[in-house]
């Protein structure tokens, strides 16, 4: 009997697999993940201090982090920088700096104010993390679609239309009816676990702030801290406000699905995913 191949929660937050081997080139194929594709490799190793490292993760998470993730490796709606070809040419910061400060607004990023110094350290950081990455070691897989193929479809039935609460914003004959022809195999958990991480991406989260003097602004959210909120202007500039001074309130359709996240057990996870692969006509 083939031994059912189960994947953590952690692991398919990571969405991703890896073994050691080199794959040959191949044609592009929908079904697999990013990963599947090597990563550049650096072309000038660098190496920098430690305290301009420290100083460069503790900024790149305030400024950085919701988007690209804590780890510079992916995030809500921004990709893994260690796998970037740009910052695999970058030497000290000459490409990183540039791209931060004028930022890309077709792509939902916007150009940060931030002065040499905190470029240079956020610069060092991300070099370190693909460092790191790279010192793994090895090549990376997609997981095969058979491998997911694991879990109870009724089961996952009865948990989309009881407990998961799902049919409080989805249909499996609205919105996700014929979903299992559109995605497959690891496409398709993706999409499931990681809504936000779809291409395009979703709008970003809404945050109503009321400010001392009374006034109410409506803004997409940029980032937010344990002290500070961050808007975006309609011209792509930030703007931050210290919590202490306003109210505020964020409108995230995909809360729901960060909520599940906490929630699903891997059983859960499995007979959903099954579900869905029904949803197919």
Known sequence: MKQAFWISSAVAFALEVTIAQTPAPAPKDTTKSPASQLAPKTVTPQNYPIEQIQAGEQRFTSECGFCHGRDAAGGETGPDLTRSALVADDIGGDKISPMVRAGRPSKGMPA?????????????YIHN??????????????????DLATGDAEAGARYFNGPGGCTGCHSATGDLASIASKYQGLELLQRMLYAGGRKPPPARPKVTLTLR?????????ASEDEFSIVILEPS??????????????????????????GKYTDADMHNVYAYLNTLNK
């Open 236 to 261: 792509g500039a930030q703007h931050t406000y210290k919590k202490s001074d306003v109210t505020f309130k964020i409108d995230n359709p995909l809360s729901a699905h960060y909520t599940q996240l």
């Open 112 to 124: 940060f104010n931030l002065s040499n110094a905190d470029l240079a350290a956020i610069a060092a």
């Open 213 to 221: 003097s009374g006034r109410t602004r409506v803004a997409p959210l």
């Open 129 to 146: 993390q693909k460092k790191k990455f790279e010192e793994l070691g090895g090549g990376r897989r997609s997981v095969d679609p058979a």
